[in-house]
């Protein structure tokens, strides 16, 4: 539940059972606010609960150094809990281990879970998680094709192409990551806003544009749709050095963040990106074209995820969704292993890439 709300912490729930009985439950809110261990026992007690000998199943391993919030393995120890079960482990250097080891100490049985618990724990996390081993945000590819694998109509005219099961699908996924990224190709000619709509309460992702050397497709009063979601929804331009004289402070001035790449190759500036949205905060990006930007994620070796969108239409005609791809490869590309699913009408293709 608070997925999209909470980086750069991770996700994650707590749930308090006495006798297999729900007493208090409770999850990370916010950035900031208090983890999902203090929501939960705050909930219990509020139902007239006492947690004293009871069990706790939390996401991750509670903490067990002072941050924005103090340890929760402390309180923990503090309100006798006789049990806490964890779902993964914490990777960063800073808690990872501290807390189990401390909530043992004072004789509270600690166990992690396996198989598939732990796994659903980890990939809820995982944002957070390969952050802390790469120092770059997770990156998830999301794109929707034709039957006959184009992206739009010839000359790029823009068709929409998802029915609405799956529009409804992807919008929840833009309130569920903390960035939605797309090329300078996709921006000029779709003029789209990149916000979550139809969602109750969404806290609305960041917004990433990868203009490169491009600087046509920002006019200069900045009018586009995703200027007028400011600052509810902000704005970061990824910009190659030497883009144009003032190029970035005339972005910051309509409200954007600028982060500058290069030089070097594509790739480098892709993973040079990366790291600067990390630095900014973010720890998921929904990548949603178009097949230009796309190519050099996966060449770039950038990509944890792929959801592919096949729609039961025939465009004949345009840019194809892989074409950058096998080109700048020189060789077909595999992508073996995807599962396959029906959203609506559309056919969905999803593959893990790299597990965190």
Known sequence: MGLGRVSPNPPVGAVILRDDRVIGEGWHRAYGGAHAEREAIADAEGRGESVAGATMLVTLEPCGHEGRQPPCADLLV???LSEVVYGCEDPSDKTAGVGPELLR?????VSMAGGEIAARARFVTRGFRKHCGTGK????LKMAVSLD???AGPS??????????SDALIHRWRSEFD???VGSGTFASDDPRLTARGITDPVQPARVVFLGSSRASVPPDGSEAVFGDLPEAPLFFVLERGAGVGEAVRLEDLGATVIEVGPGSAAERFGEALEGLAASGLRTVLLEGGPGLA???????????VELFQSPVVLGAGPGAFDPLVEQAGERCDLEGMAVSVSGRDIR??????EW
């Open 78 to 80: 503090e309100k006798g």
């Open 105 to 109: 100490r004072s004789g509270i049985e």
């Open 137 to 140: 945000p997770l990156v998830v």
């Open 149 to 151: 694998g184009r992206v």
């Open 156 to 165: 790029g005219t823009p068709i929409r192409l998802t029915c609405p099961e």
């Open 179 to 181: 960035a939605i990224a």
């Open 295 to 305: 190519a050099t994620a996966l060449l770039a070796g950038e990509v944890d995820e």
């Open 349 to 354: 293709l999803s593959r893990v890439l790299r």
